[in-house]
């Protein structure tokens, strides 16, 4: 019988379908799970008031991995397990590169969106997440009260991987870090080194004294590997990333295809079957 008592479900392209629903199939089997004693959580690069509708919907009330690991809060009791922001010199750095690129830039602080320009890709965004950005005329300024969880650059898929990289060299040479990573394939992901999916899962886990080998995560793309190797059981979803595939322990079917709750019912409910690779 596998012994799962934790499970972390990445929200975009994992959990939810192409039309950003969850289907009652996997509403249904969720519940199952967590009435057969198991804690569910989503470990979402979103922010948490992004986030939250599909927490109440599914009625998780516990901590939530938000902004790519950044924040781990609990929705309903406000309880923050976990909580490291970007610095306000490397938030400043990746403004300027923003402003030098003409690439949009999303700045997450306070639970707020905010822009310096109101471009398609922050429109799209916009719909996406569910949550209203707010046009600022300089972004820098509102560094001198708070700090972001993290940055999110948005530009065309054929110049993401180059940016990433220039912007990684421009960091570098300045003495700083950051986590730069993809979570879709125009968005480029910008955290503190400690904030990572799976750096959050871990303290989530050890929080409630819960071993790795006991901890199940499933997901799609690059944000999700550093979680997807911290569980004992790491999933990829078949319409994941082919390296994430590779990297990941266990594969499932799609997000399209109810892949999340197929591998639960095989490894949670049902609970004696081996598992496929």
């Not at 969850?22 to 199952?32: C, H, P, V």
């Not at 799209?124 to 009260?145: I, K, Q, W």
Request: net charge negative; with cysteine.
């Amino acid at each position: 019988m596998h012994n799962i008592k934790l499970v972390a479900i990445d929200l975009d392209d994992t959990l939810l379908r192409d039309d950003l629903t969850i289907s009652q199939f996997s509403r249904d089997t969720l519940q199952q799970v967590q009435e057969a004693g198991v804690t569910v959580t989503l470990a979402t690069g979103r922010m948490l008031p992004s986030a939250r509708p599909y927490a109440e919907q599914l009625g998780f009330d516990v901590p939530l991995i938000t902004y790519q690991g950044a924040l781990v809060k609990n929705v309903f009791s406000g309880e923050v397990l976990y909580n490291c922001p970007l610095s306000q010199e490397v938030a400043s750095m990746v403004i300027q590169y923003g402003r030098r690129r003409k690439v949009h830039v999303n700045l997450y602080v306070e639970d707020k969106l905010f822009v310096e320009r109101v471009t398609e890709a922050g429109e799209h965004y916009e719909r996406l997440a569910g949550v209203p950005f707010t046009r600022v005329d300089d972004l820098e300024e509102l560094l001198e009260n708070d700090l972001p969880y993290k940055m999110l650059l948005i530009d065309d898929e054929q110049v993401i991987d180059q940016e990433l990289e220039e912007l990684q060299g421009v960091l570098s040479e300045a003495g700083l870090e950051a986590y730069l990573t993809k979570s879709k394939p125009t968005y480029l992901e910008v955290n503190h080194p400690r904030a990572t999916k799976g750096t959050a899962l871990k303290k989530l886990a050890e929080w409630m004294g819960i071993s790795r080998e006991q901890v199940v995560a499933f997901g799609d793309s690059y944000n999700d590997l550093k979680m997807l190797e911290y569980a004992g059981y790491g999933f990829a979803v078949a319409n994941a990333y082919p390296e994430v595939c590779a990297r990941a322990r266990y594969t499932t079917a799609s997000n399209n295809e109810d892949g999340v709750a197929l591998a639960l019912q095989e490894l949670v409910l049902d609970g004696r079957k081996e598992l496929g690779r």
